[in-house]
Nanobody
Framework: VQLVESGGGLVQPGGSLRLSCAAS????????MGWYRQAPRNQRELVAS???????NYADSVKGRFTVSRDNAKNTVYLQMNSLKPEDTAVYYC?????????????WGQGTQVTVSS
């Protein structure tokens, strides 16, 4: 399973960005998908996740500002980020549970930089 993220960049505080992550390759199914982030000197943390049945979960720090969604037909997950703050600056990683002939495990994208600065 390959995960390819897009949509990161530089934005001013209060601005918006939309991240996308598409899964490709040879797999039977994609289960829960999510977005994680890692700022310098910090551990990677969950930002938002969405199950295959569309149940969502958010970190308290992003509730009301970020929205996670998915298109199962395209095996793609999105993260709409509004009212961005400087503390949202981090490398954002896409994660997905993929089932292949080798079993089920977590896969990761390469990460996309999000910088919130004036």
């Amino acid at each position: 399973v390959q995960l390819v993220e897009s949509g990161g960049g530089l934005v001013q505080p209060g601005g918006s960005l939309r991240l996308s992550c598409a899964a490709s390759g040879s797999f039977f199914s994609i289960g829960a998908m999510g977005w994680y982030r890692q700022a310098p000197r910090n551990q990677r943390e969950l930002v938002a996740s969405i199950a295959s049945g569309a149940t969502t979960n958010y970190a308290d720090s992003v509730k009301g500002r970020f929205t996670v969604s998915r298109d199962n037909a395209k095996n793609t997950v999105y993260l709409q980020m509004n009212s961005l703050k400087p503390e949202d600056t981090a490398v954002y990683y896409c994660g997905a549970m993929g089932t292949t002939s080798w079993g089920t495990r977590q896969y990761w994208g390469q990460g996309t930089q999000v910088t919130v600065s004036s």
